[in-house]
């Protein structure tokens, strides 16, 4: 192959290294905790590269271990090896710049135009790194921890529910990747440490990875190898895309999994699992999904015990007709599931080794799953695995992605995990946010939380609607507003203690279901006057009736993410990072590109302050125009949470469904928002197969130029027309309507 003068150079820049020292400089070698190590400076894309220190024994390095959070294992040559270093040794790496200097061992990162950007140190004594913190909010670092900006909080990379303030800020999954809104990223691979970021300077201080069983003392850390990726750009949507070059893609979950979830703890009988989805279907409340907990963490779930694999018979005593039925009433089914192993590796395709405990190997465990899973489960929820590392959670979120193919290969699967780690995007991971209590704290707190979770690259996450634990706070108010704001997070699930009080009819009986909160210090739950609130069903089919509606939009964002891998719930840094009051706003975000969430989470409240980022927004409700770059007031009832629509954005609204495969006579509405000109790209496939990886999908690529009001339809490149041949439209602008027909052929639509 012969490459023009512009391939060479590319060429060049991504992977030859110019060492420049300066002539009187002395070297020094390179030594991290009294060993050898040698420095690898390593290209990975045009806004990335990679940092490696590698121990040295009898002059031959001892290469750093691979593990499945990253892609693969190298990107290429290392543009410098240095066991020496001098002063001001640059090795150019991409379109950025690593100057490299001794005494200390010290790394200066420069963008394309020579500015400094990042300095990281390396502690020759301990392998700890230091790097500068900056005066822009730092962010993602995985879910949980202090929130919403990192500056001025110490984290030790905890994982599970006791990582850090389980009742208000969630369960902890910890990921290394930290993101500056001022354009840089670190992703620290290994070793595993801590991070402090309450100085000008920043440290990442190695530390054994654990978890340790309680009483018993951590073995040292292990400093080398050092192994850190870093991203350099003033574009946020590259910095989230050089993430998922690193870690993988999000998979493309079932449409099913973003309908309603309904859970249940405590079941009385067979009956009742069956009248719960007829009462949702008599009712009109939309509704996909039944989740059935598992006995031990209540006193009668779908199995015999936690662990366990028989089906509790006083509930299901036959529970493939059971499935059956709810099938019937279209209705999916997925089953709570505990893991009591401390370890897990290997894949669904490794033998199984009858030395080892069958949990810790994903074969032998899968086989426990499977008679279970062919009695037409549709989906699992992982439970606990607290004590599990980084690589065995890894290892679990994969089981539960690859696994069900073996049986079902061209059906995606449905995992709701409570821990993970990075990559895990990669196994179609849900995740939801663990045993919180039911507080405004909480509920405030879960807005940034959500934030924070999608800038590390996991799009599918939720909660439990209104809290795990009840408490006194937990009233008919406090449960419509949390359940608002779970309409706008990819997982919309209800869950907790006192569970019927989780169903949107139970408002009104005056009866709460079973009592489980005994052994929680600060439960309570709602006064009897609260158990008879008419107001809450209603309000609840208003937000279920939306969320249906909008399934086209949140679609179409979620085949974004998985090709992008920006977020669905964003920070609207991801939009407006010129915009320095929006980009420190932690309490809303964006859902998709162009609706801004504003959840209300104070007690009473009658208003709620929202900051417009700069352009023209249109309130959801009202229509109402503002001019943004500036905090507004707006109103708020009971059923009201705020919602805004950037101008130029193409909303597209399906008709009301009871479930996401319905087949509903009614146009597609798509809302025009007017001002600027925009566009969308409107995703669809069958929701449940492999087969849009062979072309089996439909995109159509919406434009609407303001000037001419005119837009424009065609059929996205590498698209197909999907059944039905023929979608009928009926397109919103400004109080105008106008029906049309989309036929596969390019159309307009004047106004």
């Given amino acids: 192959m ?66 499945d959070s990253l892609v693969q294992q190298s990107w290429g040559a290392p543009a410098a090896k240095l066991r020496t270093v001098a002063r001001a040794q640059t090795v150019r790496v991409g379109e950025l710049r690593a100057v490299v200097d001794a005494d200390p061992l010290s790394i200066t990162i420069q963008n394309s135009q020579g500015a400094t950007v990042q300095k990281l140190r390396i502690d020759s004594a301990t392998g700890g790194v230091s790097f500068t913190t900056g005066d822009s909010p730092l962010l993602a670092l ?14 030790r990379m905890r994982s599970g529910q006791g990582g850090y303030q389980l009742r208000t800020h969630g369960g902890r999954v910890p990921i290394p990747w930290i993101v500056s809104t001022s354009g840089w990223a670190l992703f620290f691979r290994q070793p595993f440490g801590t991070f402090d970021f309450t100085g000008v300077e920043s440290k990442f201080i190695p530390a054994a990875p654990g978890p340790f069983p309680q009483g018993t003392t951590p073995p040292p850390a292990q400093p080398l190898p050092l192994d850190i990726f870093v991203v350099v750009s003033k574009d946020p949507a590259t910095i989230m895309a050089e993430y998922a070059r690193l870690t993988g893609k999000p998979e493309l979950a079932p449409l099913w999994s973003f309908g309603y979830q309904q859970s249940h703890r405590t079941l009385a009988s067979r009956e009742e699992i069956i009248q719960e989805a007829k009462t949702f279907r008599e009712k009109k409340l939309p509704c996909d ?30 529970p493939k007709q059971v499935f059956d039925e709810l099938h019937a009433q279209n209705m999916k089914v997925a089953l709570h599931v505990v893991i009591r192993a401390r370890s897990m590796a290997g894949t669904v395709r490794d033998a199984c080794d009858p030395a080892r405990p069958a949990e810790e190997q994903p074969s032998c465990y899968w086989n426990i799953h499977r008679p279970v899973f062919n009695l037409g489960v549709d989906g699992w929820w992982p439970d606990e695995g607290d004590p599990l590392n980084a690589a065995s959670r890894l290892a679990r979120n994969r089981m539960y992605w690859e696994a069900p193919q073996l049986d079902r290969p061209n059906e995606r699967p449905f995992a709701l995990h409570r821990n993970g780690s990075a990559g895990m995007q990669r196994f179609g991971s849900f995740l939801w946010s663990g045993d919180v209590y039911s507080t405004w704290e909480t509920l405030k707190v879960h807005v940034p939380v959500a934030i924070n979770t999608g800038l590390t690259g996991i799009p599918y996450w939720g909660t439990d ?29 209800a869950h907790g203690r006192n569970w019927k009080l989780r169903l949107p009819w139970q408002w009104t009986t005056g009866d709460t279901g079973p009592i489980e909160v005994a052994n929680y210090s600060g439960a309570g739950g709602p006064t009897a006057d609260d158990l008879h609130n008419p107001a809450v069903e209603p309000i609840c089919r208003k937000y279920l009736e939306l969320r249906y509606r909008m399934l086209p939009y949140l679609y179409s964002a979620v085949r974004e993410s998985t090709q992008t891998g920006l977020p669905i719930m964003r920070a609207m840094w991801l939009h407006y990072p010129d915009d320095a009051t929006a980009v420190a706003r ?84 798509l ?11 409107l995703y669809e496939d069958d929701g449940k197969s492999f087969n849009y990886r062979k072309g089996e999908w439909m995109g159509i690529d919406m434009r609407w130029n303001d000037r001419t009001r005119v837009l424009s339809l065609r059929l996205a490149q590498g698209s197909k027309m999907l059944a039905p041949a023929k979608r009928n439209l009926e397109v919103k602008v400004a109080g105008q309507t106008e029906a049309a027909m989309f036929e596969g052929r390019p159309l307009e639509v004047r106004f």
């Avoid at 995985?142 to 984290?155: I, L």
């Avoid at 634990?469 to 779970?486: G, H, M, S």
């Avoid at 928002?673 to 969308?680: A, E, I, L, T």
């Fill in 465 to 493: 609607i209104a809290g795990f634990v009840p408490t006194k706070e937990f009233t008919a108010e406090f449960y419509l507003r949390w359940f608002q704001f779970a309409a706008f997070c990819p997982l919309f699930r």
């Fill in 671 to 681: 809302r025009v928002y007017p001002g600027v000109d925009g566009s969308f790209l």
């Fill in 586 to 669: 932690g309490d809303q975000y964006l859902w998709g590109r162009d609706v801004l969430v504003a959840p209300v989470v104070e007690q009473g409240a009658t208003t709620r302050r929202v900051y417009l980022p700069k352009g023209v927004w249109y309130d959801f409700w009202t229509n109402e125009k503002h001019e943004g770059g500036r905090e507004i007031t707006r109103p708020v009832d009971l059923e009201t949470m705020p919602l805004f629509v950037r101008a130029g954005a193409i909303l597209p609204l399906g008709p009301v469904k009871q479930y996401v495969d319905e087949k509903v006579d009614g146009p597609l509405e």
């Fill in 2 to 67: 012969v490459l023009n003068r512009r391939q060479l150079l590319k060429r060049a820049a991504l992977g030859a290294a110019i060492v420049a020292p300066r002539a009187s400089a002395q070297s020094a070698a390179v030594r991290i905790a009294g060993r050898d190590a040698e420095l690898r400076i390593s290209p990975v894309s045009a806004h990335t590269f990679r940092i490696s220190l590698l121990e040295v024994i009898n002059g031959t390095e001892v290469p750093s271990t691979f593990d």
């Fill in 142 to 155: 995985g879910e949980g921890g202090p929130q919403f900006d990192r500056r001025g909080s110490t984290d």
């Fill in 289 to 318: 999904t039944m989740i059935y907990l598992g006995t031990g963490f209540c006193p009668s779930g779908w199995n015999t015990n936690n662990g366990e694999w028989g089906f509790n018979t006083k509930v299901f005593p036959d």
